[in-house]
Every structure is written in C-alpha cells, then in structure tokens.
C-alpha cells in the first residue's frame, strides 16, 4: 500500500496566518490526491480534490498544489472555523490511504 | 438534501460479528459507489473499503481484509459492512461516505472489549 506522510503532525496559528501542510507519498499518484478536514467528534469534510480543485461551497483560502509523491495544502488566512485537523488521502491506488493528520491549534 | 445514516454499531467480544447499515437518502443511491472509513479512538482516519455502484468489485484495506465484506442492496438504498472475526484495534467511529468523498454519515460506534 502506498504510505502518505503528512507535516507537521500539529501547529499553532493565528487567526489571519497563513498555514502549510505538506503530504509525501511514498511512489507517485500523479495528481490523485484530496484533502479533508475534520473538527473533533464530527464527520470529515472533502475540501481539495485532484490535488487542486476545490469542493462545492469550499472557500478560496484553501488551496493545494503538487503532483507525483510531493504536495502542498495551504490556508492563505488562517479563520476561527478553520481550527481542525487536515488529513489528505491518495485515491491513486487500492486501498486508499490517509495521510496521519495534522492539527492547527490556536497559538 | 443528501443523508447518509448509519446503524447496527455497539459492543462486541474479541472474535465477535456485527453487521453495520448505512441508509442513503436524497441521491440515486443505485448510481454511486461507497465507501466505509474508520477512526480508532484518539488516531486519524483510515479507509477501510469500497464497493462499485453495481457491486461487481470491491477493494478491501489490508487491515480488514478477509474478515470485513462490503455489500450493498441498491433497491433497499442501503450500504451494509459485515465484519467478522473482530479484534480491539476494530474499535472505533465507522463512517460511511459516497464515492467521491464529498457526503458522509455521522459516524456510528463500534467497541470491541471483553
């Protein structure tokens, strides 16, 4: 299975700071990569798709970028709600794999 | 609107079987596959299967492989995941979730403990 390798595992932020998450995959998955975000007890939320595009309804300060093992998932200016855990995911090759997380808290 | 709502979760012992159910609303459930994706206590997501929109092929994580089946009944709108076998690292908030990862249920919970 293909391993994705997310950091860091957690940072503090501010409000209006932009944040960047990096995913390493460990062979390349082209531009088959996605990210999610996810607040405690709660459902994950599909934000990045395809590396790049975003879901129904997302906001422009998440963006992403990448292809083939190295990618990058950015919050251009960091908001209250965005206080979570991202986790991206390869869908390049069966079985699917989650990256272990990374969770912004509040500096 | 779309919903997606799972059952069927609770405690069971080392060895045990349960059979959860995810109960689709508001799509053509008939057109999509689906997924179920896992959270163990405290730890990230992991993907733990998928099946096609006719359920002619499945794909399984390592983990799960061999002891969980996913099956689905398009005329019933339900996704079902059967699992056999179970081991404590099962334990955990399973979610089910449309093909593209864009809809998912609110989880449902399941304690594997002697």
């Known amino acids: 299975a293909i391993q994705m390798t997310q950091s860091p595992s957690s940072l503090s932020a501010s409000v209006g700071d932009r944040v960047t998450i990096t995913c390493r995959a460990s062979?390349?998955?082209?531009?088959?990569l996605g990210w999610f975000q996810q607040e405690p007890g709660k459902a994950p939320k599909g934000l990045i798709y395809?590396?790049?595009n975003l879901y129904s309804g997302v906001p422009s300060r998440f963006s992403a970028n990448g292809s083939g093992t190295d990618f990058v998932f950015t919050i251009s200016s960091l908001q209250p709600e965005d206080f979570a855990t991202y986790y991206c995911?390869?869908?390049?090759?069966?079985?699917?794999?989650f990256g272990q997380g990374t969770q912004v808290d509040m500096k | 609107q779309v919903k997606l709502l799972e059952s069927g979760g609770g405690v069971v012992q080392p060895g045990g079987s349960l059979r959860l159910s995810c109960a689709a609303s508001?799509?053509?459930?008939?057109?999509?596959?689906m997924h179920w994706v896992r959270q163990a206590p405290g730890r990230g997501l992991e993907w733990v299967t998928f099946i096609r929109f006719n359920g002619t092929k499945t794909f399984y994580a390592d983990s799960v492989k061999g002891r969980f089946t996913i099956s689905r009944d398009n005329a019933k709108d339900t996704l079902y995941l059967q699992m056999t076998s179970l081991r404590a690292e099962d334990t955990g908030l399973y979610f089910c979730a449309t093909s593209r990862l864009d809809y998912w249920g609110q989880g449902i919970v399941v304690t594997v403990s002697s």
């Open positions: 062979q390349g998955i082209g531009h088959d």
């Open positions: 395809e590396t790049s």
């Open positions: 508001g799509f053509r459930f008939s057109d999509y596959g």
């Open positions: 995911l390869q869908d390049y090759s069966w079985p699917w794999t």
